[in-house]
């Protein structure tokens, strides 16, 4: 590969290569150290084909969500079931995955920058700004960067557009999908809220058990099903929907606490093991 090769946004491989590779050792023990991240459903990720692939998730960082993605997708393609162990997969990672984020978040400060050259594609929210409701019009620059991003590989995004918790998801992922006809993979997280701060860049609290969960890729009727049918099947896709709140009782409650700390038990002994 020539030195200087870029991908279709203009980013040096070989630049985003050392900033994955760096990052990503800085963040691994994020996920194997501080805290315990539990995988299921990675190998799903080695069956999925090398572009047109949209990732749909929850969100609950700006930043620490994306970072766990590329260490389980890298992973993954390396061999690794459910496990991000053995940081080695992470020198030759797979340069073609992007996320989309609201570029006031990657415009704010050095760092944020750092990461958009990882794989931002940056658009204008049409619905927020600065901290205020807006109401503008879709740049149709932003459509055509994601539109680039799918021909090119994988795309992360996250169709409520906020880190609050059961908020409606934005009509535009289901224009995306109906528009594009990408595979799409629903991805579920937990955890990353209790753990990290709201950008995703602090450790807020350690020994938090966070979880991700890769569901098979959706079957959609992309030429009838309505933008209204994906937006809802979106919704229970990812868990976001408001049947999923749910008044528990003390004693379960009490059980999910207990299966909470065999959990924490169980990987606090396979620490201790060799690696």
């Known amino acids: 590969m020539p030195l200087f090769k870029r991908n279709p946004f203009g980013h040096i491989l070989f630049i985003k290569r050392w900033i994955i590779r760096i990052f990503g050792i800085v963040s691994h023990g994020r996920y194997r150290r501080f805290n315990k991240l539990e995988i299921e459903g990675s ?12 990732f749909i998730a929850n969100h609950q960082t700006y930043f620490a969500d994306v970072a766990a993605m590329l260490h389980v997708f ?112 629903p991805v579920v997280i937990d955890g990353f809220r209790r753990s990290f701060d709201k950008k995703g860049l602090l450790i807020k609290k350690r020994n938090v058990l966070q979880s991700m969960v890769i569901k098979k890729p959706m079957e959609i009727d992309y030429e009838n099903e309505s933008i209204e049918d994906i937006v ?33 038990r169980f990987w606090k002994h396979h620490q201790k093991k060799p690696q």
Request: glycine fraction near 6%; hydrophobic fraction near 35%.
């Open 43 to 54: 190998e799903i990720i080695r069956d999925l084909p090398e572009e047109n692939v949209l």
């Open 74 to 185: 890298n992973a993954s393609l390396k061999g690794r079931i459910d496990s991000i162990k053995n940081i080695g997969y992470i020198w030759d990672p797979k340069l073609n995955i992007y996320y989309i984020a609201a570029s006031e978040t990657m415009k704010a400060g050095l760092l944020p920058k750092i990461f958009a050259y990882v794989g931002s594609i940056s658009i204008q929210r049409t619905w927020r700004s600065q901290g205020k409701d807006v109401n503008r019009q879709v740049k149709m620059s932003d459509i055509s960067n994601i539109k680039k991003a799918l021909e090119d590989g994988w795309v992360i995004t996250f169709p409520q557009g906020t880190t609050t918790p059961f908020k409606p998801i934005r009509r535009g992922t289901a224009h995306i999908i109906k528009t594009y006809k990408p595979v799409v993979v």
């Open 232 to 264: 809802k099947r979106i919704e229970f896709e990812i868990e976001q929907h408001p049947s999923f709140l749910k008044v528990i009782t003390p004693e379960e409650y009490l059980e999910r606490e207990n299966d909470l700390n065999r959990k924490r």
